[in-house]
């Protein structure tokens, strides 16, 4: 994509503090590289999983454990808890890659309620409290993630802000390279034409389980940031929900698109907060918008975009 | 070294009680074009699954230049040089002609596992597949959307991408089904370049290219063979004038 698409972008995540609500701001970066870690695997690797709300919310748990109870500084909290996000996608990859399509979602949605089962029961986790209180720390030991700075009369947590923004920044670039890699370019062949990529002489399964414990990993990275900007971690984060919210974004924006997860999450997390007041309509109405836009957007909102403009995006 | 690049001993394959490849003892010599001929349904393909390990055999064991390759994997076998092709075509739709032939080449390089490098390191394959591409008539098309070919070009192409891994055996399932006389001819003369220092198995419906092409047939019938040997003989044979061509003497 364009370069100077890619500096706008940055100028205005660098910008948006000052103009949109901090903390919806860092809503939306978790949501959004929570999606585009699923999108590598739906849109470029061709698999779906049911049970992504696992690594989210694992990573989420882990992250507040290391941080509250361990004391140790946000940054390493953070990277404990994308470790074992991608450790745990390694397990589940492992057993759910021997499945093939629906039976591979179903697999992973299994494994992710096993997961879900211990959040509930295990003593650390905090069962249907959750972690709460988390506390965000000093950045390696020396940036005080709490500070507030007063810009023109609003007080702004920015020090937090562009630490999720740099996280979220890490994961772009994390599973954008991904994709245009060598090994990216393999994904895409089995993505395409499975037994052709097979008879080439490509373990596709290795391949396959690569694919899922990076994008396990970011999703962890998703999870462990969100666990900082909320200072909770809780069953929502690892309910199947979640799972399902991420599908919803990432074919509401566009699967396999690189924009799309982007603007998936921007309108489910922006609905979310619009009709907060709505009480539990708000699934409803969210699924009833879901409904019309894969009738009428089939490749999602930056899909169709992409097809009209005769460009990938 | 084995006479015989390939070789299968009483290969069998059942689907649910029914044979479709029964005690089937067939021998590719080195450096010929074999083909596989014989009716519609006659467990050609299957044979083709099974040596490639898309299929288990339920008995029969496989020699690839003797060493008996019946339990591995189909990335084991293609990583021995044993490079298939397709009944329905094998491309891959999205991805240019040029990035087809690289994704094989990309093979060689062992960069395949590299999520962390730019696909920029791949450029210096381009004009290794050109080559190929130009080979194969397909230069002028490099960088079109591959689904979006005549069907006799998406052939060519999977004949330059199978090319690229320099295969010892390349097995084609039916290389000119469904192509007008022209495209026939053209992959004809691929095929006869593409033996070159090569063995290859080919299942073909098109008996003039057989005739011009194979050193040896085989025609299979209900999953068994019914009989072996050149052109000129085979084609003479009754049994397989009325079993296969249809013809009573
Ligand atoms: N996966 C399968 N499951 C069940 N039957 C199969 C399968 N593959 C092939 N067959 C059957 O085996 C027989 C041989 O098929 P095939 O090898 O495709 O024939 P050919 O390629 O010679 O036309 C056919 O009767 C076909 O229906
Ligand atoms: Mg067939």
Redesign the interface.
């Given at each position: 994509m364009n370069r100077l698409v890619w500096i706008a972008l940055i100028i205005l995540g660098l910008l948006a503090p000052y103009v949109v609500y901090p903390v919806f701001m860092m809503k939306l970066l978790c949501f959004a590289l929570f999606a585009l870690a699923f999108n590598l695997l739906l849109g470029y690797t061709g698999l779906l999983s049911f049970g992504h709300a696992a690594f989210f919310g694992s990573a989420s748990y882990i992250t507040g454990h290391l941080v509250r109870n361990s004391g140790l500084t946000p940054e390493l909290g953070v990277l404990g808890g994308t470790l074992f996000a991608g450790l745990l996608g390694y397990v589940v990859g492992s057993l759910a890659i021997r499945r093939q399509g629906i039976y591979f979602a179903m697999v992973t949605l299994a494994l992710a309620q096993i997961v879900y089962f211990i959040a509930l029961k295990a003593p650390f986790t905090g069962g249907e409290d959750g972690l709460q209180g988390i506390p965000r720390g000093f950045l390696f030991g020396l940036i005080d993630l709490n500070r507030v700075y007063v810009v023109s009369g609003r007080p702004l947590g920015l020090n937090l802000y562009y630490f999720v923004f740099a996280m979220f920044c890490l994961g772009f670039w994390i599973i954008h390279r991904t994709i245009h890699s060598p090994f990216g370019q393999v994904l895409k062949g089995i993505r395409e034409n499975e037994p052709r990529a097979i008879s080439l002489g490509y373990r596709v399964d290795r391949f396959k389980l690569m694919a899922f414990v990076i994008s396990a990993a970011m999703a962890g990275l998703a999870g462990a940031t969100k666990s900082l900007v909320f200072q909770l971690s809780s069953l929502t984060d690892v309910s199947w929900h979640t799972s399902g919210e991420v599908v919803l974004m990432t074919l509401l924006g566009g699967v396999g698109t690189v924009l799309g997860p982007l603007v998936g999450a921007f309108t489910v997390v922006t609905l979310q907060s619009k009709l907060s007041s709505v009480g539990s309509w708000i699934t409803v109405i969210i699924g009833g918008i879901f409904v019309v836009c894969v009738l009428v957007f089939r490749r999602g909102f930056v899909g169709e975009l992409a097809r009209l403009l005769k460009r990938s995006l | 070294m084995a006479e015989y690049v390939l070789e299968t001993r009483k290969l069998s394959k059942e689907f649910k009680g029914f044979s479709a490849v029964k005690d089937l003892n067939l021998q590719v010599e080195r450096g010929h074009i074999h083909a596989l001929i014989g009716p519609n349904g006659a467990g050609k393909t299957t044979v083709f699954n099974l040596l490639?390990k898309?299929l288990t055999p339920t008995t029969g064991t496989i020699l690839f230049k003797g060493i008996d390759v019946t339990r591995e994997?189909?990335?084991d076998i293609?990583?021995r040089g044993v490079?298939?092709s397709?009944q329905i075509s094998?491309?891959?739709?999205?991805?240019t002609p040029l990035?087809n032939v690289?994704?094989?080449l990309?093979?060689a390089?062992g960069?395949?596992?590299?999520?962390?490098?730019?696909?920029r390191?791949?450029d210096k394959l381009a004009g290794r597949a050109m080559e190929l591409l130009d080979s194969v008539g397909l230069a002028e098309f490099s960088g079109e959307i591959t689904g979006e070919l005549a069907y006799g070009r998406k052939r060519a192409l999977e004949i330059a991408?199978t090319l690229a891994?320099e295969p010892e055996l390349m097995l084609l399932d039916e290389p000119t089904q469904g192509m007008g006389a022209e495209d026939v001819y053209k992959i004809t003369t691929l095929v006869k370049q593409a033996s070159v220092n090569r063995s290859i198995l080919m299942i073909e419906h098109n008996l003039k290219v057989v005739a011009t092409l194979a050193d040896r047939i085989t025609v299979l019938q209900r999953g068994a063979i019914l009989a072996e040997g050149p052109y000129a003989e085979v084609s003479q044979d009754p049994r397989v004038l009325e079993a296969y061509m249809g013809v009573h003497p």
């Open positions: - | 490639t898309f994997k189909p990335a293609a990583l490079i298939r397709f094998a491309v891959f739709p999205n991805l990035e690289r994704l094989a990309q093979r390089t960069t395949s596992y590299h999520f962390w490098r730019s696909d390191c791949l991408t891994l």
